[in-house]
């Protein structure tokens, strides 16, 4: 097809294809499962339609996040709400990641996923981790906003990232490895700070440390990094742990950083309220990027249609699958797309006003 092998490398394309389609079946049943008994009390799902011999559609993978983190439970749950629309359970969410999923939809290997804006960009003009162009790739719905998290024990003389690499503080620095989303995430960061790869710190005595996120937990907790880099929705449930085992302090990402970010790489400003985090005693200025589901563009619009109708209706729902979506407003759902909506998307926009 066109857009084969447009993620350098590859190497997520073995990983899937070495997975079942049956375990990935019952992967996804079981999250599901657990999300469900867990939140029972906390938000009664809303009702859904019945389903009519005119929404019987096929098998479709909604590609999100690893199998053990949070957009697996929210794929599954918006999943489960989508699926009410239609006969059978066609709709499964299925582990994946912020940067593969775009090549991953392209290709043709799943029909709905979930990334981030930037990620959207550098695939549409193939750049990045992206060897070609994807053109076929089209937005859904704008979700919650993922939080970029910089992190450092108290003893370093910076309250910013800016301050911390302006003033060539050489310290460890703990962060997801190259090929996560996190990482791509923090490159951006880097590069508006003057280092085109990340390893330029190295120059003035700084380290970096990579590890996944548990590894980067236990790195924090055991001494073994100055600094953690991590991107959760808040409250984060490792941070919480990390800060709660040994004392630290939020960095900003505020001043002219942020205004390159926010204006020219898709981020938004974001504040984590004061006391959100042990030992956070003021409000704490940073960046966040909204989490996209998107589809491929010849998704059938009246499956799109109702995929979106399903998110904009079950907020108290999808609460109770994941406490993110506190900060979840239907009515913002097509702020900070970046690539063109699909046709089933807009028309139910239309329809409850959304768009013209």
Excluded at 56 to 80: C, L, R
Excluded at 82 to 87: I, K, L, S, V
Excluded at 197 to 208: D, M, R
Aim: aromatic letters at 10%; hydrophobic letters at 40%.
């Amino acid at each position: 097809m066109e857009n084969k092998n447009i993620i350098r490398g590859g190497s997520f394309m073995k990983f899937k294809k070495n997975i079942s389609l049956f375990l990935i079946c019952m992967l996804t049943l079981s999250l599901f499962a657990g999300c469900t008994a867990n939140n029972q009390e906390a938000a009664e799902p809303a009702e859904a339609p019945a389903a009519s011999e005119e929404t019987k559609i096929d098998s479709m993978e909604y590609v999100s996040g690893g199998a053990t983190g949070s957009w697996i439970k929210i794929a599954a749950g918006i999943a489960e709400k989508a699926n009410g629309y239609f006969e059978g359970f066609p709709i499964s969410a299925t582990p994946g990641g912020s940067v593969q999923n775009p090549a991953v939809v392209a290709m043709g290997d799943a029909e709905i996923g979930m990334s981030y804006a930037p990620f959207f960009v550098m695939a549409e003009n193939g750049e990045g981790p992206y060897e070609k162009p994807s053109t076929n790739l089209r937005a859904v719905a704008s979700l919650t906003p993922t939080v970029l998290h910089f992190f450092a024990k108290n003893e370093i003389e910076a309250d910013s990232v800016s301050e911390l690499i302006e003033k060539e503080i050489p310290v460890t620095i703990g962060m997801p490895p190259n090929g996560a989303g996190s990482n791509y995430i923090a490159s951006i960061i880097f590069s508006e700070l003057g280092y085109d790869k990340i390893e330029g710190i190295e120059e003035y005595g700084s380290k970096i440390f990579y590890g996944d996120g548990g590894t980067l937990t236990d790195a924090w907790k055991d001494g073994h990094v100055d600094v953690d880099i991590m991107t959760y929705n808040v409250p984060s449930a490792p941070i919480q742990e990390s800060l709660t085992a040994r004392d630290g302090k939020l960095l900003n990402i505020d001043g002219d950083l942020a205004e390159v970010l926010i204006n020219e790489k898709g981020f938004e400003k974001y504040v984590i309220p004061a006391g959100t985090y042990p030992g956070q005693d003021e409000d704490v200025v940073t960046v966040s990027l909204k989490i996209v589901v998107f589809v491929r563009e010849d998704v059938p619009e009246d499956v799109v249609y109702n995929l979106t109708k399903a998110i904009y209706e079950n907020k108290s729902y999808y609460v109770g699958v994941h406490s993110s979506f506190e900060d979840f407003y239907p009515e913002n759902m097509i702020n900070g797309l970046a690539i063109g909506m699909h046709e089933g998307a807009a028309k139910f926009y239309k329809e409850v006003g959304l768009v013209k």
